[in-house]
Protein backbone atom coordinates (compact mmCIF):
# COMPACT_ATOMS: atom_id res chain seq x y z
CA UNK A 1 0.00 0.00 0.00
CA UNK A 2 1.81 3.26 -1.07
CA UNK A 3 2.33 5.77 1.78
CA UNK A 4 3.66 8.71 0.36
CA UNK A 5 3.55 10.86 -2.55
CA UNK A 6 7.27 9.84 -3.69
CA UNK A 7 5.94 6.56 -3.73
CA UNK A 8 2.88 7.55 -5.87
CA UNK A 9 4.92 9.11 -8.07
CA UNK A 10 7.40 6.24 -9.01
CA UNK A 11 3.93 3.94 -9.08
CA UNK A 12 3.08 6.66 -11.62
CA UNK A 13 6.05 6.35 -13.75
CA UNK A 14 5.43 2.89 -13.70
CA UNK A 15 2.19 2.77 -15.51
CA UNK A 16 3.09 6.21 -17.29
CA UNK A 17 3.27 7.68 -19.33
CA UNK A 18 -0.39 9.06 -19.88
CA UNK A 19 -1.08 12.27 -21.66
CA UNK A 20 -2.44 14.83 -19.88
CA UNK A 21 -4.74 17.85 -21.88
CA UNK A 22 -4.24 21.09 -20.37
CA UNK A 23 -7.09 23.50 -20.19
CA UNK A 24 -6.21 27.19 -20.21
CA UNK A 25 -2.70 26.35 -20.30
CA UNK A 26 -1.01 29.75 -19.73
CA UNK A 27 -0.19 29.09 -15.88
CA UNK A 28 3.86 29.30 -14.46
CA UNK A 29 2.99 26.22 -11.63
CA UNK A 30 0.72 23.88 -14.23
CA UNK A 31 3.44 23.93 -16.78
CA UNK A 32 5.97 23.58 -14.25
CA UNK A 33 4.32 20.41 -12.69
CA UNK A 34 3.69 19.36 -16.59
CA UNK A 35 7.07 19.66 -17.14
CA UNK A 36 8.28 17.55 -14.17
CA UNK A 37 6.06 15.21 -15.20
CA UNK A 38 7.19 14.48 -18.48
CA UNK A 39 10.61 14.23 -17.93
CA UNK A 40 9.90 11.74 -14.88
CA UNK A 41 8.12 10.04 -17.71
CA UNK A 42 4.91 10.69 -16.12
CA UNK A 43 3.29 11.91 -18.42
CA UNK A 44 2.70 13.68 -21.75
CA UNK A 45 0.72 16.81 -22.02
CA UNK A 46 -1.08 18.86 -25.20
CA UNK A 47 -1.71 22.35 -24.31
CA UNK A 48 -4.49 24.01 -24.61
CA UNK A 49 -5.07 28.11 -24.67
CA UNK A 50 -3.69 31.39 -25.59
CA UNK A 51 -0.40 30.55 -27.60
CA UNK A 52 1.01 34.09 -26.63
CA UNK A 53 0.25 33.84 -23.23
CA UNK A 54 1.50 29.99 -22.81
CA UNK A 55 5.12 31.09 -23.73
CA UNK A 56 4.82 34.15 -21.21
CA UNK A 57 4.15 31.99 -18.66
CA UNK A 58 6.45 29.04 -19.62
CA UNK A 59 9.49 31.61 -19.91
CA UNK A 60 8.43 33.24 -16.69
CA UNK A 61 9.30 29.46 -14.92
CA UNK A 62 12.07 28.40 -17.39
CA UNK A 63 9.84 25.57 -19.04
CA UNK A 64 10.65 24.78 -22.91
CA UNK A 65 7.67 24.42 -24.82
CA UNK A 66 9.28 22.55 -27.80
CA UNK A 67 8.89 19.40 -26.13
CA UNK A 68 4.91 19.67 -26.25
CA UNK A 69 2.08 20.24 -28.60
CA UNK A 70 0.58 23.75 -27.92
CA UNK A 71 -3.31 24.12 -29.50
CA UNK A 72 -3.74 27.82 -29.62
CA UNK A 73 -7.14 28.79 -28.00
CA UNK A 74 -7.74 32.45 -26.74
CA UNK A 75 -11.23 31.92 -25.28
CA UNK A 76 -10.74 29.72 -22.34
CA UNK A 77 -14.45 28.22 -22.90
CA UNK A 78 -13.30 27.13 -26.32
CA UNK A 79 -9.96 26.11 -24.67
CA UNK A 80 -11.74 23.75 -21.95
CA UNK A 81 -14.07 22.67 -24.68
CA UNK A 82 -11.31 21.62 -27.18
CA UNK A 83 -8.87 20.05 -24.27
CA UNK A 84 -11.88 18.16 -22.80
CA UNK A 85 -12.80 16.63 -26.64
CA UNK A 86 -9.11 15.19 -27.20
CA UNK A 87 -10.03 12.41 -24.63
CA UNK A 88 -13.35 11.66 -27.26
CA UNK A 89 -11.09 11.68 -30.06
CA UNK A 90 -8.24 9.38 -28.54
CA UNK A 91 -5.61 11.60 -28.13
CA UNK A 92 -5.33 12.14 -23.86
CA UNK A 93 -6.25 10.24 -21.00
CA UNK A 94 -6.81 12.63 -18.44
CA UNK A 95 -7.78 16.60 -18.17
CA UNK A 96 -6.17 18.84 -16.36
CA UNK A 97 -7.24 22.60 -14.56
CA UNK A 98 -4.93 25.59 -15.80
CA UNK A 99 -6.00 29.27 -15.07
CA UNK A 100 -10.27 29.05 -15.25
CA UNK A 101 -12.55 28.98 -12.76
CA UNK A 102 -13.59 25.10 -12.02
CA UNK A 103 -17.36 25.65 -13.05
CA UNK A 104 -16.08 26.68 -17.03
CA UNK A 105 -14.19 23.36 -17.54
CA UNK A 106 -16.50 21.16 -15.33
CA UNK A 107 -19.41 22.04 -17.75
CA UNK A 108 -17.29 21.61 -20.68
CA UNK A 109 -16.75 17.97 -19.20
CA UNK A 110 -20.77 18.17 -18.48
CA UNK A 111 -21.41 18.53 -21.95
CA UNK A 112 -23.58 15.74 -23.31
CA UNK A 113 -21.51 15.90 -26.74
CA UNK A 114 -17.99 15.25 -24.63
CA UNK A 115 -19.07 12.02 -24.14
CA UNK A 116 -17.26 11.80 -20.43
CA UNK A 117 -20.62 11.08 -18.10
CA UNK A 118 -21.08 7.97 -16.61
CA UNK A 119 -24.62 9.17 -14.27
CA UNK A 120 -22.72 9.34 -11.26
CA UNK A 121 -22.03 12.03 -8.63
CA UNK A 122 -18.80 14.09 -9.55
CA UNK A 123 -16.78 14.55 -6.75
CA UNK A 124 -13.49 15.98 -5.45
CA UNK A 125 -11.12 13.41 -3.80
CA UNK A 126 -7.99 15.42 -2.10
CA UNK A 127 -5.08 12.97 -0.78
CA UNK A 128 -2.53 14.63 2.01
CA UNK A 129 0.93 13.21 3.44
CA UNK A 130 0.80 14.93 6.86
CA UNK A 131 3.98 14.70 8.79
CA UNK A 132 3.54 12.66 12.33
CA UNK A 133 1.46 9.72 10.28
CA UNK A 134 2.10 6.75 8.91
CA UNK A 135 -0.21 7.12 5.87
CA UNK A 136 -2.02 9.18 3.35
CA UNK A 137 -5.66 10.65 3.66
CA UNK A 138 -8.00 11.10 1.72
CA UNK A 139 -10.62 14.01 2.56
CA UNK A 140 -13.99 14.47 0.22
CA UNK A 141 -15.44 16.32 -0.89
CA UNK A 142 -14.05 19.50 -0.18
CA UNK A 143 -14.59 21.49 -3.47
CA UNK A 144 -17.93 20.10 -5.44
CA UNK A 145 -20.80 19.05 -3.94
CA UNK A 146 -22.03 21.67 -1.43
CA UNK A 147 -24.88 20.11 0.51
CA UNK A 148 -24.70 16.35 -0.60
CA UNK A 149 -27.80 13.94 0.17
CA UNK A 150 -27.47 10.23 1.16
CA UNK A 151 -27.58 8.57 -2.02
CA UNK A 152 -24.64 11.55 -3.32
CA UNK A 153 -22.26 10.71 -0.30
CA UNK A 154 -22.65 7.12 -1.03
CA UNK A 155 -21.31 7.79 -4.50
CA UNK A 156 -18.86 10.63 -3.09
CA UNK A 157 -17.32 7.89 -0.93
CA UNK A 158 -17.25 4.51 -3.97
CA UNK A 159 -15.41 7.44 -5.99
CA UNK A 160 -12.72 8.11 -2.72
CA UNK A 161 -12.33 4.31 -2.43
CA UNK A 162 -11.63 4.25 -6.38
CA UNK A 163 -8.86 6.63 -5.43
CA UNK A 164 -8.04 4.29 -2.71
CA UNK A 165 -7.86 1.32 -4.38
CA UNK A 166 -5.60 3.10 -7.16
CA UNK A 167 -3.15 3.64 -4.65
CA UNK A 168 -3.20 0.23 -3.22
CA UNK A 169 -5.18 0.28 -0.27
CA UNK A 170 -7.54 -2.61 -1.41
CA UNK A 171 -9.79 -2.19 1.53
CA UNK A 172 -9.34 1.62 2.85
CA UNK A 173 -11.02 2.34 6.20
CA UNK A 174 -13.72 5.56 5.55
CA UNK A 175 -14.60 7.84 8.59
CA UNK A 176 -17.76 9.67 8.61
CA UNK A 177 -17.22 12.58 10.21
CA UNK A 178 -19.18 15.09 12.29
CA UNK A 179 -19.15 17.22 15.00
CA UNK A 180 -19.83 13.96 17.36
CA UNK A 181 -19.69 10.42 17.49
CA UNK A 182 -22.43 9.40 18.74
CA UNK A 183 -25.98 9.76 16.68
CA UNK A 184 -27.85 12.79 17.18
CA UNK A 185 -31.67 12.93 15.63
CA UNK A 186 -30.85 16.70 14.96
CA UNK A 187 -27.47 16.43 13.52
CA UNK A 188 -28.13 15.15 10.44
CA UNK A 189 -24.93 14.54 9.68
CA UNK A 190 -24.81 11.83 12.12
CA UNK A 191 -28.18 10.46 10.64
CA UNK A 192 -26.31 9.60 7.53
CA UNK A 193 -23.06 8.48 8.72
CA UNK A 194 -25.29 6.00 10.64
CA UNK A 195 -27.35 4.96 7.32
CA UNK A 196 -23.21 5.04 5.65
CA UNK A 197 -21.95 2.71 8.41
CA UNK A 198 -25.27 0.25 7.33
CA UNK A 199 -25.20 0.17 4.22
CA UNK A 200 -21.80 -1.21 4.24
CA UNK A 201 -22.90 -3.57 6.38
CA UNK A 202 -24.91 -4.45 4.06
CA UNK A 203 -22.49 -4.56 1.09
CA UNK A 204 -24.33 -1.66 -0.30
CA UNK A 205 -21.03 -0.04 -0.46
CA UNK A 206 -18.31 -2.17 -1.28
CA UNK A 207 -14.12 -2.25 -1.31
CA UNK A 208 -13.90 -0.31 2.00
CA UNK A 209 -15.20 -0.36 5.54
CA UNK A 210 -16.79 2.26 6.73
CA UNK A 211 -18.18 3.65 10.55
CA UNK A 212 -19.36 6.92 11.63
CA UNK A 213 -19.78 8.93 12.90
CA UNK A 214 -16.73 9.69 14.00
CA UNK A 215 -15.15 13.59 15.41
CA UNK A 216 -11.79 14.04 13.25
CA UNK A 217 -10.09 13.22 16.59
CA UNK A 218 -11.21 9.93 17.38
CA UNK A 219 -11.06 9.13 13.40
CA UNK A 220 -7.60 9.80 13.48
CA UNK A 221 -5.97 9.37 16.43
CA UNK A 222 -6.09 5.99 18.26
CA UNK A 223 -5.06 7.59 21.59
CA UNK A 224 -8.21 9.82 21.47
CA UNK A 225 -10.63 6.74 20.22
CA UNK A 226 -9.30 5.27 23.54
CA UNK A 227 -9.99 8.23 25.64
CA UNK A 228 -13.59 8.18 24.37
CA UNK A 229 -13.47 4.61 24.51
CA UNK A 230 -14.61 4.13 21.14
CA UNK A 231 -13.28 0.48 20.26
CA UNK A 232 -13.79 0.12 16.21
CA UNK A 233 -11.24 -0.96 13.49
CA UNK A 234 -11.58 2.67 12.22
CA UNK A 235 -11.71 4.30 14.70
CA UNK A 236 -7.94 6.09 14.96
CA UNK A 237 -7.14 4.61 11.67
CA UNK A 238 -9.00 6.30 9.09
CA UNK A 239 -7.67 6.47 5.12
CA UNK A 240 -10.98 8.49 4.45
CA UNK A 241 -12.45 11.44 5.60
CA UNK A 242 -15.58 11.69 4.23
CA UNK A 243 -16.68 15.59 5.74
CA UNK A 244 -20.07 16.27 6.24
CA UNK A 245 -20.90 19.34 3.63
CA UNK A 246 -18.33 21.64 1.18
CA UNK A 247 -17.67 23.84 4.15
CA UNK A 248 -16.20 21.31 6.74
CA UNK A 249 -14.15 20.05 4.04
CA UNK A 250 -12.69 23.36 2.41
CA UNK A 251 -11.55 24.68 6.10
CA UNK A 252 -10.39 20.86 6.99
CA UNK A 253 -8.29 21.07 3.08
CA UNK A 254 -6.98 24.02 3.60
CA UNK A 255 -6.05 24.00 7.37
CA UNK A 256 -3.94 20.89 6.44
CA UNK A 257 -2.15 22.88 3.90
CA UNK A 258 -1.53 26.56 5.57
CA UNK A 259 -0.94 25.25 9.10
CA UNK A 260 -0.19 21.91 9.02
CA UNK A 261 2.09 22.32 5.58
CA UNK A 262 0.97 19.02 4.36
CA UNK A 263 1.89 17.45 0.94
CA UNK A 264 -1.31 17.76 -1.02
CA UNK A 265 -3.32 16.66 -4.09
CA UNK A 266 -6.28 16.80 -5.95
CA UNK A 267 -8.68 14.90 -8.58
CA UNK A 268 -12.14 14.52 -9.52
CA UNK A 269 -13.49 11.32 -10.14
CA UNK A 270 -16.93 10.51 -10.96
CA UNK A 271 -15.70 10.86 -15.07
CA UNK A 272 -14.95 8.18 -17.53
CA UNK A 273 -11.46 10.07 -17.08
CA UNK A 274 -9.64 11.52 -14.00
CA UNK A 275 -10.04 15.38 -13.92
CA UNK A 276 -6.80 17.12 -12.30
CA UNK A 277 -7.97 19.87 -10.40
CA UNK A 278 -6.06 21.59 -7.37
CA UNK A 279 -6.62 25.30 -6.53
CA UNK A 280 -4.51 28.13 -7.80
CA UNK A 281 -2.81 28.90 -4.38
CA UNK A 282 -1.31 25.41 -4.51
CA UNK A 283 2.03 24.93 -5.34
CA UNK A 284 3.26 22.73 -8.70
CA UNK A 285 4.79 20.09 -6.71
CA UNK A 286 0.70 19.48 -5.65
CA UNK A 287 0.00 19.51 -9.19
CA UNK A 288 2.48 17.41 -9.87
CA UNK A 289 1.61 15.17 -7.25
CA UNK A 290 -2.24 15.22 -8.58
CA UNK A 291 -0.91 14.68 -12.13
CA UNK A 292 0.37 11.11 -10.90
CA UNK A 293 -2.50 10.30 -8.81
CA UNK A 294 -4.35 10.93 -12.56
CA UNK A 295 -2.20 8.75 -14.24
CA UNK A 296 -2.80 6.05 -11.48
CA UNK A 297 -6.41 6.23 -12.10
CA UNK A 298 -6.32 6.30 -15.80
Known amino acids: ?19 LA ?18 LGIAEAILVGDKGEILKA ?11 TIIDEKDKTEACRKAVSLIDEGKAHIVMKGLVD ?13 GLRTGNVLSHVAVFEVNGYDRLFIVTD ?36 AAVEKVNPKMQATL ?3 ALTEMNSKGEIRGCQIAGPFALDNAVSAEAARHKGIDHPVAGHADILMV ?8 LYKSMVFFAKAQNAGIIVGAKVPIV ?12 NSIAIGVLMS
Open 22 to 39: VAVAQDAEVLTAVNTAKD
Open 192 to 194: DAD
Open 142 to 177: AAMNIAPNLEQKKQIIENAVKVAHAMGNEEPKVAVL
Open 244 to 251: PQIEAGNM
Open 58 to 68: AGNCGVELAKF
Open 1 to 19: MIKAFDEIVKSAKNKGPKT
Open 277 to 288: LTSRADSDIAKL
Open 102 to 114: TAIILKAVLAEEA
